[in-house]
T-cell receptor, first 113, second 110 residues
Framework: EPEVTQTPSHQVTQMGQEVILRCVPI?????FYWYRQILGQKVEFLVS????????KSEIFDDQFSVERPDGSNFTLKIRSTKLEDSAMYFC???????????FGPGTRLLVL | EDQVTQSPEALRLQEGESSSLNCSYT??????LFWYRQDPGKGPEFLFT???AGEEKEKERLKATLTKKESFLHITAPKPEDSATYLC???????????FGPGTRLSVLP
């Protein structure tokens, strides 16, 4: 069964460093998403991406964040200058269509020291 | 602004003891309500999608129902492997993102 994959599973970084989180969505899906979940809190929407551009973003997704689909399979989330409060699980998701079910990856646990 | 609440926050059941989890929502035009299961340290695993009031979906010991204001996830004769956090999410007519509830943490004791 096709699934969303994410790398790395864990990332530890120093405050102020750049990190890139990688995702491989399900191959026939067209819509891609990033969410985050701070420990013990709700899953929160960051950004959606379709047709090589951002289609929607939340207030959390400020200028420190960017997304890219560098090739036909990968979807990346970059945090330019990490802050302590960026420590969270980051989930990638994908869907066939705009209103279809989103399928989530296993997540990347980011720890900013 | 879309809002999703879930109750109870945590639920402990004995194996075989059936119960229901609640998801209440406020949304500008419901485009879909989604149930996910999340194990500790893992990503949400899709369970059900419901689109309109009166709709029901079933899978093994789980059954999801939807009204105009809430959804229930009924668990019949649960087993210890059903222990997880169950998340509810909604999508409205205007956005592509999901708004998640805080989840119900279910523990099923043998």
């Amino acid at each position: 069964e096709p699934e969303v994959t994410q790398t790395p599973s864990h990332q530890v970084t120093q405050m102020g460093q750049e990190v890139i989180l990688r995702c491989v969505p399900i191959s026939n899906h067209l819509y891609f998403y990033w969410y985050r979940q701070i420990l013990g809190q709700k899953v929160e929407f960051l950004v959606s991406f379709y047709n090589n551009e951002i289609s929607e973003k939340s207030e959390i997704f400020d200028d420190q964040f960017s997304v890219e689909r560098p090739d036909g399979s990968n979807f990346t989330l970059k945090i330019r200058s990490t802050k302590l409060e960026d420590s969270a699980m980051y989930f990638c998701a994908s869907s066939v269509g705009q209103i279809e079910t989103q399928y989530f990856g296993p997540g990347t646990r980011l720890l900013v020291l | 602004e879309d809002q999703v609440t879930q109750s109870p926050e945590a639920l402990r059941l004995q194996e075989g003891e059936s119960s229901s989890l609640n998801c209440s929502y406020t949304v500008s035009g419901l485009r879909g309500l989604f149930w996910y299961r999340q194990d500790p340290g893992k990503g949400p695993e899709f369970l059900f999608t419901l689109y309109s009031a009166g709709e029901e979906k079933e899978k093994e010991r789980l059954k999801a129902t939807l009204t105009k204001k809430e959804s229930f996830l009924h668990i019949t004769a649960p087993k210890p492997e059903d222990s997880a956090t169950y998340l509810c999410a909604v999508r409205d007519n205007y956005g592509q993102n999901f708004v998640f509830g805080p989840g119900t943490r279910l523990s099923v004791l043998p």
